[in-house]
């Protein structure tokens, strides 16, 4: 891809090139250049940049050290209209992105006082003193705009140099995050020559290639809408992004691709932009006034705590159990004495005597039970690590059925538990779109 | 951290200011540049030049482009003595790194028909006919050393360019990680001058300001060991860095410098290394021979899941309630009825009320119970979002007792939430500690 500008266009006859603005993206810090923790805060910009019809031309990761910090500042102002550096700002002495700032800028540091007042605030809210090193949080080039921090202690900084606007975020994924959406997309969207639109469409149930079969097609690199995919824990999504000279071109093309890669990829689109299966099945489960439990051994409260993500969830979430030990199974979920011995802890028969007992002791209309081998010990050639037997158990005026699949999953320990989390939120998912 | 040398050291009383090799990482691609994969191999590659005594300078991530590219390593070899790039060396239109090299050397590409013979072999051994495209993947900068890979089709390449070794691998972390380990490590094993030791130690319980107030002087830029901090998710973590001539004087200062941090942080530090709060837990149960259980309601089957993140985790956990809604907390948990109207489900009351009755149901050791507001709806002027009662239990020869205390956790649902957990993990682990 030519890192300069967009490929240009087709619109009917028309072909247009049209520049694109550059961004260049710094991390900061000594733990990521001695590679202790890894940089996941430049990709999640270079995705969402992109989403704006701005190109990344390269990321940069520099220590904290103030000398390389500046230099990267300067290199990046004199090739990009946009830097977008993350990390530095905390209260320690190993955080020198301030005096790099002033260093890039010509301009002294100065106290910025309803930032120490924010920052005090944010301290009393937590019954504490601030201490004494925060206040150099409050530290800011001269003339530079303050970007208010909601989520933590560090405020981001926006300064612009030469051509180039320069926006800082602490180094924390969730307040940089937060930040980006407030300060850096209304700005990009605002300095956009043409209109870019985008979708994105989250799908689970089928892999990366499974997904790109069906729409192989659609993906070609100089397609307009472009089509990509990024996979996260079993979830594939679909990226849709349209440019074209005016807002209704960009959205009649929009809509037509979308349209096309949903009808081909059925129910394994489960929603729309950042949905979540847990936020799916939750608005699903309220607009039909019914309410879930959960009773998991392997996944330990893995599907219970999805399902309480959201604010709210108490409508459609009742509670559940982590019935680890097979003595909590029997104790607590009433699996007949015996049927483990019989047939294995990983079983139908206890995953379904798990489900039978929550929906009994709740009076929930469904279930998820989930039992199986998360490794890394405790597979068997019969049962290896990865197998999980997962019920959906519904109960529906006085009797109760139950819908029962083994799996078997791929990766480690962790990959396994999620895995098998978000199938049985599929599971439900489907049950509630099929009624 | 000095990018250029390090800080030079005391020793006795004699300062030795000692040169280091100074490394720049590259990694090449499109993806990572628009976000679509994480780059992973540039922290991998500077942790192995850590530990060989070579200080990284800085990371930097370029598209497909061949002007980037050849930019890249222009700069990166007048900059460094070592030049370590991944990617770009694909049989694909995109993979430009060998045109790079040859613009970077000023050498034509030539075929070298020992690789071609390598490559044919690679594809036969699956049986298959080499594809055309995968010739070019035989083609170096005239005068280049070629380095074989046994793992994959693309051989890596290294050039010499005015002081700087620049070795280029294939993006694929397996087989850069082992063609690092074949050609770079006896490389700058035999180049390095000094050794580096690093210790990684992780706290929980003050913040970050708080951990620097203890150990301000020990952070000072230029000191050797240098002890620097990260965050993450409540987690303060202190890393101690030092670099000295021989293994053993690099071992002494090292283990000094960790001893006075550990005793100036006390009960702060719950590990070494990568230790989690819910390991440390989990080994100190296992080590007694103690149970536990949970009984959530706000974290939603949280802490139980983070008490079964390791295999064996049920030798120390039996199971968990996952008390979501008020009757669950009254049929499951044993709450008396009258209590959570009179108190609030937010209450002392209720919490210890939760522990008592799983203790109670479970027969355990100890329990962890915790009943607040995540937010974002929910909050009142005397319970806020945030507000949340921590609980633990303690059944011990035949009578409870019960260890209450309010926080108020900032942040949105999710860093509630997460600090909440870790805050009950850290209780059962203090407790632990005392006796």
Redesign the interface.
């Known amino acids: ?3 300069a500008t967009n490929p240009g266009f087709t619109s009917g006859a028309q072909t247009v090139s049209m520049p694109t603005m550059k961004a260049i993206i710094l991390a900061i ?12 805060n ?7 940049l ?1 989403d704006h019809g701005v190109t ?10 103030v ?2 910090i500046a230099g ?1 500042f300067t290199t990046a102002c004199a090739e990009s209209d946009l830097v977008v550096a993350t990390g530095g700002l ?5 955080d020198l992105t301030r005096e790099a700032l002033s260093r890039l800028t010509g301009k002294p540091l100065d106290f910025h006082p309803p930032s120490l007042e924010r920052i005090r605030a ?1 301290f009393k ?3 504490r003193e601030m ?4 206040r150099c949080q409050a530290l800011f080039p001269r003339g530079a705009e303050v970007l208010d921090n909601d ?2 202690t560090a405020p981001g900084v926006r300064v612009r140099q030469g051509k180039a606007s320069v926006f800082v975020f602490p180094g ?1 994924p ?1 307040e940089m995050a937060a930040m980006f959406d407030r300060h850096v997309a209304p700005f990009v969207s605002r300095a956009a020559k043409g209109v870019i639109l985008s979708e994105i469409i989250p799908t689970f149930g089928a892999g990366e290639s499974g997904v790109a079969e069906k729409i192989a097609d659609l993906m070609q690199r100089d397609r307009n809408p472009l089509v ?1 995919t ?1 996979v996260s824990g079993g979830v594939v999504t679909i990226r849709v992004r349209s440019e074209f000279p005016t807002a209704d071109q960009a959205r009649k093309h929009l809509d037509r691709t979308v349209a096309d890669v949903k009808q081909r990829l059925g129910t394994w689109v489960f929603g729309s932009g950042a949905d979540t299966l847990q936020g799916v099945v939750g608005a699903a489960l309220k607009k039909r006034r019914r309410v879930v439990v ?1 009773a ?1 051994s ?8 999805m ?8 409508e459609y ?9 097979n ?2 199974k029997e ?2 979920l009433g699996v007949p004495p015996g049927l483990i011995a019989q047939f294995g802890a990983v079983s139908r028969e206890v995953a379904e005597a798990m489900a039978s007992g929550a929906l009994a ?2 009076g929930a209309d469904y279930v998820l039970s989930l039992t199986g081998i ?5 597979g068997t050639v019969e049962k290896p690590v990865g197998t999980v037997w997962i019920c959906l158990g519904i109960a529906r005026s006085g009797s109760r059925s139950f819908k029962s699949e083994p799996f078997l999953f791929p990766g480690d ?2 990959a396994i ?1 999620e895995r098998a989390a978000k199938t049985a939120l599929n599971r439900l998912r489907l049950e509630l779109v099929e009624e």
Chains 1, 2 share one sequence.
């Open positions: 891809m030519s890192s810090g000594d733990e990521l250049v001695l590679g202790q923790t890894a940089d996941t430049s990709a999640w910009l270079s995705r969402e992109a990344t031309l390269y990321h940069k990761t520099v220590a904290d050290d000398d390389a990267a905390g209260p320690t002495a190993d944010f809210k937590l019954g201490p004494a090193a925060n989520w933590g924390v969730r990509g990024t959960t998991e392997c996944t330990g409260g893995l599907v219970a705590r399902l309480t993500d959201s604010s709210g969830a108490s979430f009742r509670g559940g159990w982590v019935a680890y030990a003595e909590m104790s607590e002791k709740s998360a490794g890394p010990l405790g320990r962790e538990r």
